[in-house]
Nanobody
Framework: QVQLVESGGGLVQAGGSLRLSCAASGSRFSINGMGWYRQAPGKQRELVATITSGGSTRYADSVKGRFTISRDNAKNTVYLQMISLKPEDTAVYYC???????????????WGQGTQVTVSS
């Protein structure tokens, strides 16, 4: 089993910044792609940013130039630096990881519990 634990959410004024972190813990696993998704009230969950094990990144158009995804493979941690936040960025942010489990010789998709980001106008 692998657990993803997110931190760093909170309330911030428009134009402000936040940094989200997501750490994976468990045993006998390796992580492939990692990413951040978000879900606003009444809306579907949407992709925010992803990063491969090699460091290639992809962003939603709505966050390009404002959000930066990065990862520390030694710590099994992914980060999301968010600047110039807008009220429309308000959502629950979820961490996602594709995890290879050595004992089972298969890959699983794991999600964190979510962290609330609220941007006030």
């Amino acid at each position: 089993q692998v657990q993803l634990v997110e931190s760093g959410g909170g309330l911030v004024q428009a134009g402000g910044s936040l940094r989200l972190s997501c750490a994976a813990s468990g045993s006998r696993f390796s992580i492939n792609g990692m990413g951040w998704y978000r879900q606003a009230p009444g809306k579907q969950r949407e992709l925010v940013a992803t990063i491969t094990s090699g460091g290639s990144t992809r962003y939603a158009d709505s966050v390009k130039g404002r959000f930066t995804i990065s990862r520390d493979n030694a710590k099994n941690t992914v980060y999301l630096q968010m600047i110039s936040l807008k009220p429309e960025d308000t959502a629950v942010y979820y961490c996602n990881a594709g995890v290879w489990m050595y004992d089972l010789a298969t890959s699983y998709d794991y999600w964190g519990q979510g962290t609330q980001v609220t941007v006030s106008s």
